[in-house]
């Protein structure tokens, strides 16, 4: 690239109305759909070579995406239809109901309590995060319009989704590491906030290493989703990049609001209500 080329890319990044070069988007047909199909393929053969036994999990996890992602189009395709502020508010919090339990599926032990507090860190980073973005970044009217919220909302529930399933994998690891220090502390007066404090901030930022770390690396080692989708949907690099940027600041601070409402309400999970260390969480 020489120095004009250079200039012209930078010009463009900058400048929203400037674009580099015109771009068109490869047709993908039912045929190279089926072709795709040959890296799940790859996947089971060195599954069954290496015996993984992960052929079950890797069927599974192929068919919830082609029916998942079915599924999404068709319903996309009517609330994209209607343009309807009430129906992309519904289909968003159904995302958060549907994100919160699989925050805690995998989770030793759940309760409807923990659910709830799930539930609230996304609903409050999502709440948040859309509203700065949609309002104030992208400035879109109307500001229910579909196409920006629910794509936006989806980035956002998902990643938040990762975090508090983070935090709840390191609280309990660390707590039952620390149990006999949580003990001690609680034995010398300290309140179950100042026993579990270690925890909580352990918790945290184990949660938001994976984001921090991706933007570390992103556009040198990585090219996100979005922005590689947007330029194979033949948007100009330039319009994908300030949308990657844009994203990428909300993805950490999205995770960051899941990650801290969800350690600072669920590390009460593990204590009494008088203030004791509930032992039988870390059997």
Not at 118 to 133: D, E, H, T, Y
Not at 222 to 248: E, F
Not at 269 to 274: K, Q, V
Request: proline share 3%; no cysteine; aromatic share 10%.
């Amino acid at each position: 690239m020489n120095a004009d080329s250079l200039v012209d890319v930078l010009r463009a990044v900058a400048d929203p109305s400037t674009t580099v070069q015109s771009y068109s988007a490869a047709q993908i047909s039912v045929l190279s759909l089926g072709i795709s199909l040959v890296f799940v393929v790859v996947s089971l053969i060195i599954s069954f070579g290496l015996r993984l036994k992960m052929w079950k999990e890797i069927l599974v996890a192929t068919i919830r995406t082609i029916l998942q992602l079915l599924l999404a189009g068709f319903v996309l395709a009517f609330v994209f239809r209607w343009n309807i502020w009430y129906v992309t508010l519904i289909l968003l919090v159904v995302m958060i109901v549907i994100a919160s339990f699989e925050s805690i599926r995998r989770q030793k032990h759940k309760s409807a309590g923990l659910f709830f507090i799930v539930g609230f860190g996304l609903l409050a980073s999502a709440a948040f995060s859309l509203v700065i973005v949609i309002a104030f970044v992208l400035n879109i009217k109307p500001w229910y319009e579909p196409q920006y919220l629910i794509s936006m909302g989806g980035l956002v529930i998902g990643n938040s989704m990762t975090a508090a399933a983070l935090v709840l994998n390191r609280m309990w690891g660390d707590m039952k590491l620390r149990q006999k220090e949580v003990e001690s502390l609680l034995a010398l007066g300290a309140s179950p906030y100042q026993a579990a404090g270690a925890s909580i901030r352990e918790s945290v930022k184990m949660a938001l290493i994976p984001t921090i770390n991706a933007m570390m690396v992103v556009g040198i080692v990585k090219l996100p989703g979005i922005m590689t989708g947007q330029i194979m949907a033949g948007q100009p690099p330039a319009s994908a990049i300030r949308y990657q940027i844009v994203v990428m600041f909300l993805i950490l601070g999205a995770a960051t609001i899941t990650a801290a409402i969800t350690a600072l309400f669920g590390y009460k999970f593990y204590f009494t209500p008088a203030q004791q260390l509930k032992k039988n969480m870390f059997v």
